[in-house]
Antibody, heavy 116, light 113 residues
Framework: EVQLVESGGGFIPPGGSLRLSCAAS????????MSWVRQAPGKGLECVSL???????YYADSVKGRFTISRDYSKNTLYLQMNTLRAEDTALYYC??????????WGLGTLVTVSS | DIIMTQSPDSLSVSLGERATINCKSS????????????LGWYQQKPGQPPKLLIY???TRESGVPDRFSGSGSGTDFTLTISSLQAEDVAVYYC?????????FGQGTKVEIK
């Protein structure tokens, strides 16, 4: 059974850094394409970063240069390193498994709040 | 970036009636290589992550009731709930997967009239 469990969220002041983790089970993270998708409170969905199975990465313009997606084969875990955080990065961050470009499995999310 | 625009933002439908949600992309998401539309639909209920309903614009995900159907091609797409049930109250999102930078519509809230 596929399961995704995010962690690492919290309350952080503007300019700070945070690393989110997504522990996967039921499949191998490094053999699959995965994304981080965020949802600001009461708002819609935004894909902030994608990593293809081959390792190529993509970022939304809003986070380019500040966020880095990565993965660890031994831990079967996906990561999102978030630097220079801004108030507008406040959101629930989901990791999601891709199949043919759509997201068929999602975690429950981890909440990031950027505020002074 | 491909911009996805949904309409309406919200709709109220009586139980058992049809609900129709539209999604328009700022450029075509139809691939000439395989003649597939790179468009998906999701349902999100309060406090839950989104759930995949439809991909390739009209292919229903396994386990999704057949009252949900997707149609359209190129830049214009529709999600139809043929007979609205109480459990269908949710926000629905379209998403293009034509480009690596996946983008979603703003969402359509479906309520019971």
């Amino acid at each position: 059974e596929v399961q995704l469990v995010e962690s690492g969220g919290g309350f952080i002041p503007p300019g700070g850094s945070l690393r989110l983790s997504c522990a996967a089970s039921g499949f191998t993270v490094t053999s699959n394409s995965m994304s981080w998708v965020r949802q600001a409170p009461g708002k819609g969905l935004e894909c902030v970063s994608l990593i293809y199975s081959g390792g190529t990465t993509y970022y939304a313009d809003s986070v380019k240069g500040r966020f880095t997606i990565s993965r660890d084969y031994s831990k079967n875990t996906l990561y999102l390193q978030m630097n220079t955080l801004r108030a507008e990065d406040t959101a629930l961050y989901y990791c999601a498994h891709e199949r043919v470009g759509v997201y068929d499995y999602w975690g429950l999310g981890t909440l990031v709040t950027v505020s002074s | 970036d491909i911009i996805m625009t949904q309409s309406p933002d919200s709709l109220s439908v009586s139980l058992g009636e049809r609900a129709t949600i539209n999604c328009k992309s700022s450029q075509s998401v139809l691939s000439s290589a395989n003649n597939k539309n790179y468009l998906g639909w999701y349902q999100q209920k309060p406090g839950q992550p989104p759930k995949l309903l439809i991909y390739w614009a009209s292919t229903r995900e396994s386990g999704v009731p057949d009252r949900f159907s997707g149609s359209g091609s190129g830049t214009d797409f529709t999600l139809t709930i043929s007979s609205l049930q109480a459990e269908d109250v949710a926000v629905y999102y379209c998403q293009q997967h034509y480009t690596s930078l996946r983008t979603f519509g703003q969402g359509t809230k479906v309520e019971i009239k």
